[in-house]
C-alpha cells in the first residue's frame, strides 16, 4: 500500500509479509519539487467520494488521479490524492469530477490560499458546491 506515512509529501509504501510483521519502506529522500494533497468529501452514500477523478493543471502540466477504494490485495492506500508537482510553485486550476456526474473547479488562487504547496495542510473539498473547507492540520 502507497501513501505518505509521515506526511513530508514524498510517498512511503507498506508491505504486508505471508507469516512475517509488515514491511515500512520509507521514502527520506531529499524533496525534489512542490507536492498538494488533496481529500474528497462526498455525501449521501458515498461519503468517501470512491470514483472521482481530481484533475490538477500547474506549470503547463495536466495530471489526474482517481479516488478508488482499494488497490491492493487485503490493503488500502492513502485516500488522500498526491500530486508531485515538481518545479511549479503554484497550481493553475483544480477540477473535481464527482461520481454523480457534476463538476467543480477551483482557480489556482483558492489552492494557494487554502493549501499552500509543500506540506502546509490538505485542501478537503467537499461535494456538491458546498464549498471548501480550510485545509486539515498535518499530523
Known amino acids: 500500500a502507497f501513501g505518505d506515512l509521515d506526511d ?25 519539487g512542490s507536492w ?13 467520494a470512491i470514483g472521482a477523478r481530481v484533475t490538477v493543471e500547474a506549470g503547463g502540466r495536466t495530471l489526474s488521479r482517481y ?3 482499494s488497490d491492493s490485495f487485503l490493503s ?6 498526491h500530486f508531485g508537482l515538481g518545479a511549479a510553485t503554484a497550481v493553475d486550476r483544480l477540477t473535481v469530477d ?7 473547479t477551483l482557480p489556482g488562487t483558492d489552492v494557494a490560499a487554502l493549501a499552500p504547496l509543500r506540506g502546509d495542510g490538505v485542501l478537503i473539498v ?4 458546498r464549498g471548501v473547507v480550510s485545509p486539515a492540520p498535518l499530523q
Open 67 to 69: 479516488l478508488r477504494s
Open 36 to 48: 498538494l494533497k488533496v481529500e474528497l468529501r462526498g455525501h449521501g452514500l458515498n461519503r468517501s
Open 76 to 81: 488500502h492506500h492513502d485516500p488522500r490524492l
Open 98 to 104: 464527482w461520481p454523480d456526474g457534476s463538476s467543480e
Open 126 to 129: 467537499i461535494e456538491q458546491g
Open 8 to 32: 513530508d509529501g514524498d510517498l512511503d509504501v507498506v508491505i504486508n509479509n505471508f507469516d512475517a510483521g509488515p514491511t515500512v519502506l520509507r521514502n527520506d529522500s531529499r524533496a525534489a
